[in-house]
């Protein structure tokens, strides 16, 4: 069983790892083209991880949340514009995406009344931003659906070829 380390504010790389209860050497191993080394200094942040690192330390170990982190934390562009998202409870995501879905229903005329003609003004924008913030809210409940199904498919909990043929009809 490998040493868990006392080191506080670990990354999400570092800490899936010690998840897996998997020593760096095992993890090399694992992901076949990252060896020990490079694994503790990224961990360590002492170098930032190659995309296509993020997306084999996803794919092995059975984490898909690793690559939103990378995205929303250390891609100059992700950081920017995509939001970190949680695993949760599909419930959770479910009662989210009704809650934020009915919000913006009711919304509905205002934002066009706002947009109709092309100009948002001084006294519009206020509701316009509110209206704006649902509807984030509603992207990032989408991804975290997206980022749900794909742990259950990395689980096993969903059947994958079925899953990938229906979506990519």
């Not at 982190?69 to 949760?88: L, M």
């Not at 706002?114 to 100009?119: F, K, L, P, Y």
């Not at 992207?139 to 229906?166: C, F, H, P, R, V």
Request: charged share 35%; proline share 5%; with cysteine.
């Amino acid at each position: 069983m490998p040493k868990v380390s006392s080191k506080e504010n670990k990354n999400a790389y570092f800490q899936k790892r010690e998840d897996l209860k998997l020593t760096r050497d095992q993890a090399a191993e694992l992901l076949e083209s990252i060896p020990p080394e490079r694994i503790e200094k990224i961990e360590n942040e002492r170098v930032e991880p190659h995309p296509e690192e993020i997306l084999i330390m996803a794919e092995k170990y059975k984490a898909p949340e690793l690559c939103n982190y990378y995205c929303s934390n250390q891609c100059p562009i992700g950081r920017r514009y995509v939001p970190e998202i949680k695993i949760r409870d599909l419930s959770q995501i479910v009662l989210k995406m009704i809650d934020s879905l009915n919000e913006v229903q009711d919304q509905q005329r205002r934002l066009i009344n706002i947009t109709a003609d092309g100009v948002i003004d001084d006294s519009e924008i206020d509701d316009f931003i509110r209206i704006q913030d649902k509807l984030e809210e509603i992207s990032i409940t989408t991804e975290a659906l997206q980022l749900w199904s794909e742990q259950m498919i990395a689980d096993g909990a969903i059947n994958k070829e079925k899953y990938e043929a229906k979506r990519n009809r």
